[in-house]
Every structure is written in C-alpha cells, then in structure tokens.
C-alpha cells in the first residue's frame, strides 16, 4: 500500500499511467472487449487489468491521478452503441459522472462508432480491461498535462 494512491491502483497501471505522456490514448474496457488482441497493437504491447471492478469504479481510480486533455474535444470518448449513436447506456453515464467529478465541472465525452473506436484503440498507449459487465463500457482517455505550482 502507498499511501495517497488509490489500492485499486496495481503497480502495472500505475507503471503505465505514469509512463505516458501528454496526448497519449489509454483505453479502458468491458469484460467484452477484445482487450488482448487489441493491446498487443498498442504501444504498451500488453494487457493490464483492474478486475473486479465496474467502468466507473476503474475510471474514479484512474482520474485521482491522471489528468485529461484541456486543450482538445476528444479528451474522452464512449463507444457509440450500434443503430443508436445517441444513446448513453447507464455505464457510459456513470463514467461520465466520474469524469465531471475529476475535472469539477462537465465535460462531455465524444462518441465514437464502433468499429472506428477498434482502429482508435489499436493506436493507443494502453489497454486497461475491467470486470465490467454490461455493454459498450469502453473508452478512450486522452492525456493531459499536470501545470507547474504557481
């Protein structure tokens, strides 16, 4: 245990988490996904996992230390659902809550078809596989940077 990092924090994510730079995509994913295969396209090259956890349990831990993208819209995205890209399933709102909470006011999420989020998440730094369960939990996390003290 470390003090001041959430235990749901593995050292294997948190060696990825840290390793990453600004502007660079990590991907956080269903029980569904086709997480192996897709991280081995990555730049991290394997898959990581935070089991036994749901998107937004995954997502509250991730955010307490990494910061999102200021500068761009796709900062984050959800996976749209398929013949209903409008549609926000209650695991896509519950990351997006955890998402407003992490940035203290609302920033909206963009969507992504689905087969586009695949190429997407073939070119991201990582993949992080969750416990999740239910459908279209997977997005896109775009990293941002952390300012010097003032």
Known sequence: MLKG???????????????????DVLVLADTNFPSDQVARHTVYGELLRMDNLTCAEAANAILSVFPLDTFV????????????????????????AEIDAAEGEPRQMVSVERFEFYDRAREAYAVIQTGERRFYGCFLFRKGVIPPDA
């Open 5 to 23: 990092i959430d235990p749901r924090l593995n050292a294997e994510v948190l060696h990825c988490l840290r390793a990453m730079g600004h502007g």
């Open 73 to 96: 819209d796709d900062f984050a995205a959800r996976m749209e659902v398929v013949d209903a890209p409008d549609e926000v399933p209650p695991v896509q709102a519950e990351v997006q």
